[in-house]
Nanobody, 119 residues
Framework: QVQLVESGGGLVQAGGSLRLSCRAS????????MGWFRQAPGKEREFVGA???????YYADVLKGRFTISRDNAKRTVDLQMNSLTPEDTAVYYC?????????????WGRGTQVTVSS
């Protein structure tokens, strides 16, 4: 079982920046894909971005250009740099990892970290 711990959330002013980090516990699984989702109150959880072992990145179209995802395979971490934040970015941000053992894929979720953007 891979356990994920998010950090870096908090309160930030509109137009500001915030950097989220997620660390995966030591495990035999290969962390193939690491990424982020978010969920605002009363809304569906939505995809933010992801990055593969090979460093291929994927972003929600509306966020591409403002958000940047990166990972450190040695440290088993994935970061999300968020710039030009707006109140619409307020949500709980969840780290999500796809691990592979042999050919078996498993998804893991963190507990989430709150991001609040004030106007």
């Amino acid at each position: 079982q891979v356990q994920l711990v998010e950090s870096g959330g908090g309160l930030v002013q509109a137009g500001g920046s915030l950097r989220l980090s997620c660390r995966a516990s030591q495990d035999s699984a290969t962390l193939y894909a690491m990424g982020w989702f978010r969920q605002a109150p009363g809304k569906e959880r939505e995809f933010v971005g992801a990055i593969t072992w090979e460093a291929n990145t994927y972003y929600a179209d509306v966020l591409k250009g403002r958000f940047t995802i990166s990972r450190d395979n040695a440290k088993r971490t994935v970061d999300l740099q968020m710039n030009s934040l707006t109140p619409e970015d307020t949500a709980v941000y969840y780290c999500k990892v796809t691990g592979i053992v042999v050919i078996l894929r498993s998804d893991y979720w963190g507990r989430g970290t709150q991001v609040t953007v004030s106007s």
